[in-house]
């Protein structure tokens, strides 16, 4: 048997507000949606590799999502960390930073963390 990843699902509250932080902050992009009754599936791509992370929106859910104590996150590499860096900080989505390592972790409209590194560190 040969296992590929494929996605990563997160639920989010508000589709809209979703696809533009995740095209502001990371550069992903739409490339599939699936419109069902109850929800809708959007698909992003970074138009580099095949992974991509999939948004679902329960059209009836109005309530935020349980995160636990977040200790989950999905990682993303960038070729100009300092870049990154300003244009998260002036986004105001960074909400953990550990520079001993060389990372941080920037936090979309739903509270789920993203870990950033600079490329090479992945």
Known sequence: MNFKFVHNNLNVLNLAKSLVFYQEALGLKEVRRMEKEDFTLVFLGDGQTPHKLELTHLHAR????????NEFHIAFTVDDFDAAY???KKMGCICYENKAMGIYF?????????????????
């Open 62 to 69: 109005s309530e935020a999502y349980n995160l636990g104590e």
């Open 86 to 88: 300003a244009l998260h």
């Open 106 to 122: 920037i936090a979309d409209p739903d509270g789920y963390w993203l870990e950033i590194l600079p490329d090479g560190r992945g």
